[in-house]
């Protein structure tokens, strides 16, 4: 059996960070981390994308020490492509593991024979993922899967044994297909099934929301953590919501308005002053989606996301925050 990851030593059962295109981006991921997420992940970047040396797909992958233990994942159909992004990532950043993605279930990656897809070729899902070990001996590999490419197809178990069998430390496994997408429950029998079977921790991901569902999963099924991904979207607190809750018996008060609004203009800082600081303040239409995204679960945020829509700059958003706080302030009397 390989060395445990230090993350799982002891018995830990970590908390991850989702890897979410478009949004788990540096700015969110340092929200999360200083919230309790234990281990993080990248956004997805194409390997190809790496190698040509594109500003985007770097940026993409820009980490801080305080935000390790820090994964990359790549996606690809191209074991020598995959082993050679993987190196350079390995001597640009020297990330904690490279994960390895099987599981998007978007056409522009399915297009490229990459991501879900591989889960009907099995046999080079596992090339791929053996190349990448064997170019990057000094870090751990993960790889993240959905449990099939239809409800006819579940390959998650035959998947999980091919990954352990070429040197994958550790699997992610979401509990729904391709097809699926993101509709219908995850299903946690499946995820189980794979835990049971390995030697690998496999970390269960797909509908956990709230600590009463953590609590459950980890007594009741043989996962060795969870991965958050939606539900982490516009309540980066659900972290420490879990923790504190499982620790204390009690859960702490949510945020206030005010601390929800400076999380996002902190947000915002985070990325002008990081790896978007070519970006102008005085534009902010790039950023609109994310704002959008942090805001999901605000009072009112259904009126206030067209709002946001119109927004074209930092001076603009805080006038709309300080409208929106004292409509929150006058309702709530």
């Known amino acids: 059996m390989p060395e445990t990851l230090p993350w799982f030593a002891g018995g830990a059962f970590p908390l991850y960070l989702a890897p979410m295109a478009r949004y788990t981006d540096f700015g969110f991921r340092q929200l999360c981390k200083e919230q ?44 020598e492509t995959m082993a050679e992004a993987a190196q350079k990532i390995r001597d640009r950043h020297r990330p904690d593991f490279i994960d390895l993605n099987y599981g998007c279930p978007a056409h522009r990656v399915i297009d490229q024979n ?31 899967i959905r449990i099939g490419w239809d409800d006819k197809s579940i390959v998650a178990l035959e998947v999980g044994r091919i990954l352990q069998g070429v040197g994958i430390r550790a699997l992610a496994v979401h509990g729904r297909t391709k097809e699926q997408g993101y509709s219908g429950l995850a299903d946690w029998e499946v995820i189980d099934a794979v835990a049971r079977a390995l030697d690998i921790p496999v970390i269960g991901n797909g509908d956990v929301s709230d600590w009463k569902f953590v609590d459950r999963v980890r007594r009741e099924s ?38 929800r609004w400076a999380t996002v203009f902190r947000f915002l800082d985070l990325l002008l002053q990081g790896p978007y600081k070519d970006k102008p303040a005085d534009d902010i239409g790039w950023m609109r989606a994310k704002v959008k995204a942090l805001t999901k679960e605000m009072a009112g945020s259904r009126q206030l996301r067209p709002k946001i829509d119109r927004v074209n700059s930092l001076d603009e958003l805080h006038a709309l925050a300080a409208e929106h706080k004292a409509e929150y302030a006058q309702a709530v009397g």
């Open 36 to 79: 309790g997420a234990d281990v993080m992940v990248t956004e997805f970047v194409q390997a190809d994308g790496l190698l040509r040396g594109g500003p985007q797909a770097w940026r993409a992958v820009d980490f801080t020490e305080e935000q390790r233990p820090m994964g990359v994942q790549i996606f690809g159909s191209s074991p």
């Open 114 to 144: 990459a991501g879900s897809s591989l889960l009907r070729n099995l046999d080079r899902l596992g090339a791929v993922a053996e190349a990448v070990v064997k170019a990057v001996p000094e870090l751990p590999v993960t790889a993240k």
């Open 222 to 259: 043989a996962v060795s953590g969870l991965m958050i991904g939606r539900a982490a979207l516009g309540y980066p607190w659900i972290f420490k919501e879990i923790k504190e809750t499982l620790a204390t018996g009690q859960a702490p008060a949510p945020p206030t308005i005010d601390e």
